[in-house]
């Protein structure tokens, strides 16, 4: 549905690393977002598909984190893959 976000979380340990990686997504939905944020609302990366992959990132602070995938304005709609792991 355009305009509706997918939530993800899961908690970390302070300094984990984790990775980000894009496997692949729908044709159209280069400027759709993906965002994470800690327990404390602060942004460790807000970017689109098609315009960088997060990579490894280091996770200062230890607890919850919340993973944003979608566009509130962008109509696109599509399937996508992502992988996630602790490094």
């Avoid at 300094?15 to 400027?31: D, N, P, S, T």
């Avoid at 994470?36 to 230890?62: A, H, I, K, W, Y």
Wanted: glycine share 14%; net charge negative.
């Amino acid at each position: 549905t355009p305009g509706v976000q997918s939530v993800y979380t899961f908690t970390a340990a302070p300094g984990q690393k984790v990775y980000f990686h894009i496997l692949e997504y729908g044709r159209g939905m280069e400027q759709i977002f993906w965002r994470l944020v800690d327990d404390n609302g602060m942004e460790v990366f807000n970017t689109c598909f098609g315009c960088s992959e997060p990579g490894v990132q280091t996770l200062t602070r230890g607890g919850s984190y919340t993973l944003t995938v979608g566009h509130n304005t962008n109509p696109a709609t599509g399937d996508y893959a992502l992988e996630i792991g602790a490094r």
